[in-house]
């Protein structure tokens, strides 16, 4: 019985063991000056709100070099030795970087649609000190050492941020066990899978058997499968909608109605019963990507969670925002699978979130070319999908939860602390003696406007859901590993994020 309680603690405790693994590629040899928006080796951050695992102090933090090495509150405080830099934030919140596990950056081959130096700036920008990057929408697909190998060499000094990579689970290698263990060896830091067309030609789909046999090779690093949960029903289709209706978001949320969630995840049940204690797949766990259904797929996940299965899932910050109703006719910035559904269901995500049964966020970031998002035409049956925005999900995420009585704790929680438990990076997430000074500064109460003014750094910003929006928290300054990559509307001369390869 003490066994069962583990496993099913909200706070992803069960994910403790994959945080067993870091292995960092060294980025070539930069000087700091061009590396760092601040010279300094050795300094102090100092605020009146700092967000530790232990709450909410006023105090300072101690950097030297890569690593946070001491917090201290303001009653601890003793000053500083001759020559240490104090950088003062006042009321400004100082917590750990966000780290985002789910992002599409397409690079290498369609570096067009969003590539590492301008996915990386923006997440910099927007206070995420972590990227890790999906194994499509790049060309070729992340799906073997080899098709690896090319990520590598594109992010090399070209990325701002640190960041990692997942491999891709796919028919032709789901049955080859020896392909699937050099993909792991190689550095990935877990899997990925779709149960539906993905629209990537080289990324086609699996099943539960695909899935069953990923797991088990899977359960020998103990790293995680992380699953698209959509099955496309025989009774579901849209090719009766003709193409005046096309236009009408209501008609594309039609063609994926919460069924399909709900039958992808039933199916994935049948498998996640092997990673429980004792069970054939013991130390795989199973994570699903972008849960939009809050009502029937999210009770399954729940049951699984009780019944001890090794099972988390996030869902992303456009279904927290936005809402089916609002969405006006044309808009194809607002189409991505699964879709954003109706106002009840928003509620129940954010009552999800809160009380703990969704474990954590990400921005599923998803860019294309402006050209095939149809902006013009608003087609939403024939316009790429996918949301653009993970410069924003910071004040996306305290701007619409507010209402529901978000705290900092709980941004770290949803961004950094879990976030890092999935990715197995035991050295980030948390402003801790020992960690990686991984650290946004922010103010959480300047509002502004996404206007074409405002700095806007992903590569294409027009085709953003979120570009119109009045939003709450504005980031000061994001620190990667010491560095101080990005300050008021400027970044770090070099890009000197650094790749994050597991190692066994």
Same mark, same amino acid.
């Given at each position: 019985?003490?066994h069962l309680?583990?496993?099913?603690?909200?706070?992803?405790?069960?994910?403790?063991?994959?945080?067993a693994?870091l292995?960092?590629?060294?980025?070539?040899?930069?000087?700091?000056?061009?590396?760092?928006?601040?010279?300094h080796?050795?300094?102090?951050?100092?605020?009146?709100?700092?967000?530790?695992?232990?709450?909410v102090?006023?105090?300072?933090?101690?950097?030297?070099?890569?690593f946070?090495t001491?917090?201290?509150?303001?009653?601890?405080?003793?000053?500083?030795?001759?020559?240490?830099e104090?950088?003062?934030?006042?009321?400004?919140?100082?917590?750990?970087?966000?780290?985002?596990?789910?992002a599409h950056l397409?690079?290498?081959?369609?570096?067009d649609?969003?590539?590492?130096?301008?996915?990386?700036k923006?997440?910099a920008?927007?206070?995420i000190?972590?990227?890790?990057?999906?194994?499509?929408?790049?060309?070729?697909?992340?799906?073997?050492?080899?098709?690896?190998?090319l990520?590598?060499?594109a992010?090399?000094?070209?990325?701002?941020?640190?960041?990692?990579?997942w491999?891709?689970?796919?028919?032709?290698?789901?049955?080859?066990?020896?392909? /699937?263990e050099?993909?792991?060896?190689?550095?990935?830091l =877990?899997?990925?899978? %779709?149960? !539906?067309?993905?629209g @990537?030609? &080289?990324?086609?789909m699996?099943?539960?058997?695909?899935?069953?046999?990923?797991?088990?090779?899977?359960?020998k690093y103990?790293?995680?499968?992380?699953?698209?949960?959509?099955?496309?029903?025989?009774?579901?289709?849209?090719?009766?909608?003709n193409?005046?209706?096309?236009?009408?978001?209501?008609?594309?949320?039609?063609?994926?109605?919460p069924?399909?969630?709900?039958?992808?995840?039933?199916?994935l049940?049948?498998?996640?019963?092997?990673?429980r204690?004792?069970?054939?797949?013991e130390?795989?766990?199973?994570?699903?990507?972008?849960?939009?259904?809050?009502?029937?797929?999210?009770?399954?996940?729940?049951?699984?969670?009780?019944?001890?299965?090794?099972?988390?899932v996030?869902?992303?910050?456009?279904y /927290?925002?936005?809402t089916?109703?609002?969405?006006?006719? =044309?808009?194809t910035? %607002?189409? !991505?699978?699964?879709? @954003?559904? &109706?106002?009840?269901?928003?509620?129940?995500?954010?009552e999800?979130?809160?009380?703990?049964?969704?474990?954590?966020?990400?921005?599923?970031?998803?860019?294309?070319?402006?050209?095939?998002?149809?902006?013009?035409?608003?087609?939403?049956?024939?316009a790429?999908g996918g949301?653009?925005g993970l410069?924003?999900?910071?004040?996306?995420?305290?701007?619409?939860?507010?209402?529901?009585?978000?705290?900092?704790?709980?941004?770290?929680?949803?961004?950094?602390e879990?976030?890092?438990?999935?990715?197995?990076?035991?050295?980030?997430?948390?402003?801790?003696?020992?960690?990686?000074?991984?650290?946004?500064?922010?103010?959480?109460?300047?509002?502004?406007?996404l206007t074409?003014?405002?700095?806007?750094?992903?590569?294409?910003?027009?085709?953003?859901?979120y570009?119109?929006?009045?939003?709450?928290?504005?980031?000061?300054?994001?620190f990667?590993?010491?560095?101080?990559?990005?300050?008021?509307?400027?970044?770090?001369?070099?890009?000197?994020?650094?790749?994050?390869?597991?190692?066994?």
């Amino acid at each position: 019985m003490e066994h069962l309680q583990w496993r099913i603690l909200p706070a992803l405790i069960l994910l403790a063991s994959f945080a067993a693994y870091l292995y960092v590629k060294a980025p070539p040899k930069v000087s700091r000056n061009d590396c760092s928006l601040l010279l300094h080796y050795h300094y102090w951050i100092k605020s009146k709100r700092i967000v530790t695992p232990d709450g909410v102090i006023s105090g300072a933090v101690e950097v030297k070099g890569k690593f946070i090495t001491s917090v201290v509150t303001e009653n601890d405080w003793q000053g500083t030795s001759k020559g240490e830099e104090v950088i003062d934030y006042g009321e400004a919140v100082v917590m750990p970087g966000f780290i985002d596990v789910h992002a599409h950056l397409d690079d290498p081959g369609r570096a067009d649609w969003e590539g590492f130096p301008s996915g990386t700036k923006a997440a910099a920008a927007g206070g995420i000190t972590t990227l890790i990057d999906m194994p499509l929408n790049s060309d070729p697909s992340t799906t073997s050492t080899e098709n690896l190998e090319l990520k590598i060499k594109a992010a090399e000094k070209n990325i701002y941020v640190d960041v990692g990579f997942w491999g891709g689970l796919v028919p032709d290698n789901a049955f080859n066990s020896s392909a /699937l263990e050099a993909l792991l060896d190689a550095g990935v830091l =877990g899997l990925k899978s %779709f149960m !539906c067309p993905s629209g @990537i030609n &080289d990324f086609p789909m699996t099943n539960a058997n695909h899935i069953k046999e990923g797991l088990s090779v899977l359960a020998k690093y103990r790293r995680p499968l992380l699953v698209h949960a959509e099955i496309q029903l025989d009774s579901e289709s849209h090719s009766d909608q003709n193409t005046e209706d096309a236009r009408s978001y209501s008609t594309y949320l039609k063609t994926r109605p919460p069924a399909w969630e709900e039958a992808a995840i039933r199916e994935l049940l049948t498998v996640t019963k092997d990673t429980r204690i004792g069970g054939s797949a013991e130390g795989a766990h199973l994570h699903i990507v972008h849960l939009s259904d809050a009502s029937s797929s999210l009770d399954l996940i729940k049951e699984a969670k009780v019944n001890g299965d090794s099972l988390s899932v996030e869902t992303c910050t456009h279904y /927290l925002a936005f809402t089916a109703e609002e969405i006006q006719d =044309g808009d194809t910035r %607002f189409k !991505c699978a699964p879709p @954003i559904r &109706d106002a009840p269901n928003r509620e129940k995500l954010w009552e999800a979130l809160m009380d703990g049964h969704i474990d954590m966020l990400s921005s599923d970031h998803s860019p294309t070319v402006p050209e095939l998002k149809l902006l013009g035409e608003g087609n939403f049956l024939r316009a790429w999908g996918g949301i653009s925005g993970l410069q924003f999900v910071l004040p996306v995420t305290w701007s619409y939860g507010k209402k529901y009585g978000v705290t900092l704790e709980q941004l770290a929680l949803w961004w950094s602390e879990r976030p890092a438990k999935i990715a197995g990076q035991k050295l980030k997430g948390a402003i801790a003696s020992g960690k990686f000074a991984d650290i946004v500064v922010w103010d959480p109460s300047a509002e502004f406007d996404l206007t074409n003014e405002y700095p806007v750094y992903i590569k294409h910003p027009s085709i953003s859901a979120y570009m119109g929006k009045r939003l709450t928290g504005k980031v000061f300054a994001t620190f990667v590993g010491g560095n101080l990559v990005y300050k008021e509307e400027k970044h770090a001369p070099a890009a000197c994020g650094v790749q994050i390869l597991a190692k066994r």
